[in-house]
């Protein structure tokens, strides 16, 4: 096995070598032409000739002035999505210098090209590249690396510049439409315009108006519509400062990869989602994560900073390879939330250990907190479900498949038959699919 540190002390010390430009290899290429025309005496001579030039012209590079380079990127990126990065050269000295820099990009990411430009004396130049970081979590940058070629343009000096830096990755936060929509519908007096509240849906008293048709009759107002002389109707809202509690398993289960990425990634994404929304909303959010053990706990609040404590709390999440202990969690979050929350565990049902496991646990929330069970399935499924088998090997697949999800509905039912909610979803829409649920719990006011 490589030696990781001998290789990196290998690598800058080939970043420390001078490196010839292209005109000075047509040059020695030149020579083997003369040494076959003139003989070797004077191949001898010219590459000595050769090589006194490219030190005069090493020497000579950056003598008056020298060039600054300064990376230009987001403190925080998001994972699955492109970024800009912007490298600023300064060159100090009056003469003009072509220069080639490469970034050192995180180990963990695809290396940063090539760049090569002319920068103008005593000005400056940008140069950019674009990349793509897949999996959330703490990276760092390394320095840039720079050769700087000579004013003979038979050299190119090494160059490097510091520029270390920590950057953080958290989960994509894609557009959804009616989740989306309903945050928009509540925070729309913060930029000015006219609130639209949910009228008419949840318990809590918002206002009085007069009757129309199709209007619920028992919302009549019949006070007010004595003294008015007109129907009056109740109008209500959804109840503000409730708390939702979202619940990682970040057991062996959510190791499985799906549309390429973990299922805890998916379940992350859509917590943050769920989380914005009902902090936007008023309410308050809170994060636990769990596997054989509570990991980490960011308390329910609802303050506009909240949102960024979540991304923070959970950005060094990974899978471990252990049994999740939901009751341990469970009996946990109760011991530290006692008002009535909704609890979103975000897990899977792939055998009958975990789906026993989290039927005996559910039970413990109720009837303080209602439990909503989200289990995550492979998208896979529904595309080997939707086109018929080809071969027999297909065909055995189907049937295992169709015993799985039959064992996973029985599993599900069970949870429905302890009082929790539950939802198996596909990754693609786990992040809507929860939230629809979440605005529906609104609606109906079962909080």
């Known amino acids: 096995m490589a030696n990781p540190v001998k290789n990196e002390q290998e690598q800058r010390f080939w970043q420390r070598l001078p490196f010839p430009t292209t005109l000075t290899l047509c040059l020695l290429a030149l020579g083997i032409g003369v040494a076959a025309l003139l003989g070797w005496k004077v191949l001898l001579t010219l590459d000595f000739i050769i090589l006194l030039l490219c030190c005069l012209d090493y020497s000579k590079t950056l003598k008056d002035g020298t060039i600054e380079a300064e990376r230009v990127c987001p403190q925080h990126f998001s994972s699955s999505i492109e970024h800009d990065i912007e490298i600023v050269l300064r060159n100090t000295g009056p003469a003009n210098r072509k220069v080639q820099v490469r970034d050192q990009t995180p180990k963990e990411w695809e290396p940063a090209p090539v760049l090569k430009g002319l920068v103008p004396g005593r000005s400056s130049l940008s140069l950019d590249y674009r990349l793509t970081p897949f999996q959330r979590g703490e990276y760092g940058f390394g320095d840039l690396f720079l050769r700087v070629e000579g004013p003979l ?20 936060l894609k557009p959804l439409r009616c989740a989306d929509l309903a945050t928009y519908r509540r925070v729309a007096h913060k930029w000015g315009l006219r609130p639209t509240k949910w009228r008419g849906e949840g318990r809590e008293f918002e206002s009085l108006r007069e009757y129309v ?48 990425r973990t299922k805890l990634d998916h379940a992350l994404e859509a917590a943050v989602h769920l989380a914005h929304t009902a902090i936007s909303g008023g309410d308050q959010a809170g994060i636990l994560a769990f596997a054989d053990r509570v990991i980490s706990f960011i308390p329910p609040r609802g303050t506009p900073e909240q949102l960024q404590l979540i991304l923070e709390g959970t950005i060094s999440l990974r899978p471990a390879l252990v049994e999740s202990q939901y009751e341990q969690a469970l009996l946990w979050l109760r011991s530290q939330v006692r008002r009535r929350s909704l609890v979103v565990i975000y897990t899977d049902l792939l055998d009958e250990v975990a789906s026993e496991n989290l039927l005996s646990a559910v039970s413990l929330l109720r009837p303080l907190h209602l439990p909503l069970c989200v289990a995550i399935r492979e998208s896979e499924w529904d595309e080997l479900l939707t086109h018929p088998p080809t071969k027999v090997e297909g065909v055995y697949e189907r049937a295992v498949l169709q015993e799985l999800l039959r064992q996973r509905s029985k599993a599900l039912g069970g949870l429905v038959q302890k009082g929790a909610l539950a939802m198996d979803l596909p990754p693609s829409k786990l992040a809507i699919g929860t939230m629809e649920r979440y605005l529906e719990v609104k609606r109906r006011g079962l909080l």
């Open 213 to 260: 048709e199709g209007d619920d009759p028992r919302k009549i107002h019949w006070k007010a519509t004595a003294r008015s002389g007109r129907p009056i109707v109740q109008q209500y809202q959804a109840e503000k400062n409730q708390i939702v509690m979202i619940l990682l398993d970040v057991g062996r289960l959510m190791s499985a990869e799906s549309e390429g």
């Open 153 to 172: 343009g038979l050299m190119l000096k090494p160059v490097r510049l510091k520029a270390a830096r920590e950057v953080r990755v958290y989960p994509r």
